[in-house]
């Protein structure tokens, strides 16, 4: 999203399909799979039956101001270990 030359930003999501055992033998795996050091719940869960789950997390999400000399950044960004 980029409204001016100036000011950008950016949303990223990750949509997760869960099906067969692990749904069935994690009890409330939402809750699960949810990062617990977030301090804002960021994902949905669009369902969720005896064995499948589909959840969507904001993996990133941010805003930017730039001028000629400096840029500022604020948001939420998610590092891939691996």
């Known amino acids: 999203w980029t409204p001016s030359e100036k000011i950008s930003g950016a949303a990223e ?3 997760r399909l869960f099906w ?4 069935s033998t ?3 795996l939402p809750a699960q799979v949810r990062n617990q050091n977030e ?7 669009w369902f969720e039956t ?3 789950a589909m959840i969507t997390n904001v993996e990133r999400f941010w805003l930017e101001y730039k001028t000629s000399k400096w ?3 604020a948001g939420r960004q998610r590092i891939n270990w691996g």
């Open 13 to 15: 999501f990750r949509t």
């Open 20 to 23: 067969g055992d692990v749904v």
């Open 39 to 45: 301090r804002v719940n960021a994902s949905i869960t």
């Open 26 to 28: 994690t009890p409330d």
């Open 71 to 73: 840029a500022l950044r």
């Open 50 to 52: 005896d064995n499948a």
